[in-house]
């Protein structure tokens, strides 16, 4: 489509965005309804991307459904990036530490998206949310462990513009700038970051970052965090964890997958 815009390619990605968290689907009307558009134009917009096959609409119910080939794209970035392969057993290790969930996200601009995960927890009540979204910087302890490396005004500034609402938002979370620089200082303080049912109801975790060693600035590139429900992990446990915590973070940091990338590059 020669006449495809800018604002179409936003609008396209958008109706994935809203997609892939349905999974029954959705009619055309109520996806047009969600994002605030014309009809005219959701319809326009989704042939464009069912004849791309990023998206199927379903014979008898008629709603709209995400396909595969999203995945498809996502599992050939992470096979080129080396990620799981070169990321993964140290999840693991660090699962079967501790016991509980153990997930990895990579900085991509100014997110941070869950990419991979290990599950360590014995106990038949398991926390195991699915991987691909953006954790919500200001109430996930990934968000806040790599909100505290920035700029303290630059930080703050970045969580305004993004609110302090949002999805995945809890019933402690912070709600305040004045808050947020308190948690940070806190953050910066111990090396870690921890949330107590800040992006869900009965959820604590304990993150830090991880950063490119093979880099000369050592760039933080994405965060490793431990979380499980809350009556199994109080403070004192979230705080037990530090040790193996941080040094699954070193070791991810010594032999991120963008050396591997690179060294094919140069090749």
């Known amino acids: 489509m020669t006449n495809f815009s800018a604002p179409s390619a936003e609008r396209c990605l958008s109706i994935l965005e809203l997609l892939v968290d349905e999974p029954e689907g959705m009619p055309m009307s109520l996806i047009a309804q969600r994002l605030s558009l014309p009809v005219s134009a959701t319809h326009r917009l989704l042939a464009v991307l069912v004849q791309k096959r990023y998206v199927r609409q379903d014979a008898i119910s008629e709603r709209y459904r995400p396909t595969m080939l999203l995945a498809a794209l996502g599992l050939r970035l992470v096979e080129n990036t080396s990620l799981t392969e070169t990321c993964q057993p140290i999840l693991e290790d660090l699962a079967q530490k501790v016991e509980e969930l153990v997930r990895l996200a990579v900085r991509e601009d100014e997110d941070l998206i869950w990419v991979a995960k290990a599950q360590g927890a014995k106990n038949?009540?398991?926390?195991d949310p699915i991987s691909g979204h953006r954790a919500t910087l200001h109430a996930t302890a990934m968000g806040k462990a790599w909100l505290s490396t920035l700029d303290e005004d630059q930080a703050v500034s970045l969580v305004e513009q993004l609110?302090?609402?949002g999805a995945l938002v809890g019933p402690n979370a912070i709600r305040s700038s004045a808050e947020l620089r308190e948690q940070l200082r806190l953050t910066r303080e111990r090396g870690f970051a921890i949330v107590e049912e800040e992006a869900e109801i009965g959820i604590s975790a304990i993150a830090c970052i991880v950063r490119d060693n093979t880099a000369p600035k050592r760039p933080v590139v994405g965060a490793i965090s431990i979380g499980g429900p809350s009556f199994r992990l109080s403070r004192e446990r979230l705080v037990g964890f530090r040790d193996p915590l941080l040094?699954?973070?070193?070791?991810?940091s010594d032999i991120w997958p963008a050396r591997r990338h690179k060294s094919r590059q140069v090749a």
């Open 124 to 127: 038949s009540i398991r926390y």
């Open 163 to 165: 609110g302090y609402g």
């Open 247 to 252: 040094e699954a973070a070193r070791h991810l």
